[in-house]
């Protein structure tokens, strides 16, 4: 999917993505090079940010609520999702963790009080080293490169953002364009005809607790075996 594509480019996160840029308070825009974009998300040293996403199809309907807290000062993040969904007429929910901190990975499902650990390897790619193989690359060259193009600058929840489309396949192969808000490296939104998701709260350098990224207690963890 060619969303992925760009996201991959200019993100570090799971699902969530990081390094663009924008005003409010940036210094950087769409012409900065990605080694400047880099920097200025670097000086970012924490936040928290609520995205509420909804998808619709014929055959699917789901919402959820997924709340980040990343801690980039400290090398740990954790992200909680409560989503409903349904398919086909069965109706599902699920509330899951993910916390990534001192060289582990916990997966976790809340409602079935489960989970897994894993350690992260040493061999892992850095999901910075494609930025820093660019960054004499500016972000509208990375952009266009994928096929996307700059739209404008637009608010949106009270960031002035850079709007970015770029063209995907939708259902059954039919051309999908998708409109991305970008700020400081984060995707405030993101929409297209098949979903939608944004940002509903957003705060940035603030102090976050450290049982944000504690495993609850009762919640069962086993360890994944380390791969070769």
């Given at each position: 999917?060619?969303?992925?594509?760009?996201?991959?480019?200019?993100?570090?996160?799971?699902?969530?993505?990081?390094?663009?840029?924008c005003?409010?308070?940036?210094?950087?825009?769409?012409?900065?090079?990605?080694g400047?974009?880099?920097?200025?998300?670097?000086?970012?040293k924490?936040?928290?940010?609520?995205?509420?996403?909804?998808?619709?199809?014929?055959?699917m309907k789901?919402t959820?609520?997924?709340?980040?807290?990343?801690?980039?000062?400290?090398?740990?993040?954790?992200i909680?999702?409560?989503?409903?969904?349904?398919?086909?007429?069965?109706?599902?929910?699920e509330?899951?963790?993910?916390?990534?901190?001192?060289?582990?990975?916990?997966?976790?499902?809340?409602?079935?009080?489960t989970?897994?650990?894993?350690?992260?390897?040493?061999?892992?790619?850095d999901?910075?080293?494609?930025?820093?193989?660019?960054?004499?690359?500016?972000?509208?060259?990375?952009?266009?490169?994928?096929?996307?193009?700059?739209?404008?600058?637009?608010?949106?929840?009270?960031?002035?953002?850079?709007?970015?489309e770029v063209?995907?396949?939708?259902e059954?192969?039919?051309?999908?364009?998708?409109?991305?808000?970008?700020y400081?490296?984060?995707?405030?939104?993101?929409?297209n005809?098949?979903?939608?998701?944004?940002a509903t709260?957003?705060?940035?350098?603030?102090?976050?607790p450290?049982?944000?990224?504690?495993?609850?207690?009762?919640?069962?963890?086993?360890?994944?075996?380390?791969m070769?």
């Open positions: 999917m060619r969303t992925l594509n760009v996201l991959s480019a200019v993100s570090f996160s799971l699902m969530v993505a990081l390094f663009t840029s005003g409010g308070g940036s210094n950087t825009n769409a012409d900065s090079k990605m400047d974009v880099a920097k200025e998300m670097a000086g970012m924490t936040f928290m940010i609520e995205y509420k996403t909804s998808v619709k199809s014929a055959e789901s959820s609520i997924m709340t980040q807290w990343i801690d980039n000062e400290n090398d740990r993040q954790a909680y999702t409560d989503s409903q969904s349904e398919v086909m007429g069965m109706k599902s929910s509330k899951s963790l993910m916390i990534m901190k001192e060289g582990w990975s916990y997966i976790i499902n809340l409602s079935e009080k989970g897994f650990k894993s350690k992260d390897s040493e061999m892992d790619e999901p910075t080293d494609l930025i820093k193989s660019e960054d004499d690359v500016t972000f509208r060259q990375m952009i266009e490169k994928e096929g996307g193009k700059i739209l404008a600058n637009e608010t949106f929840l009270g960031k002035d953002c850079i709007v970015v063209a995907e396949q939708g059954e192969g039919q051309p999908m364009k998708t409109k991305m808000w970008y400081k490296g984060i995707p405030l939104k993101m929409a005809d098949f979903y939608t998701m944004e709260k957003f705060e940035e350098n603030i102090s976050i450290d049982n944000k990224f504690e495993v609850p207690a009762g919640i069962e963890i086993a360890e994944m075996p380390s070769p």
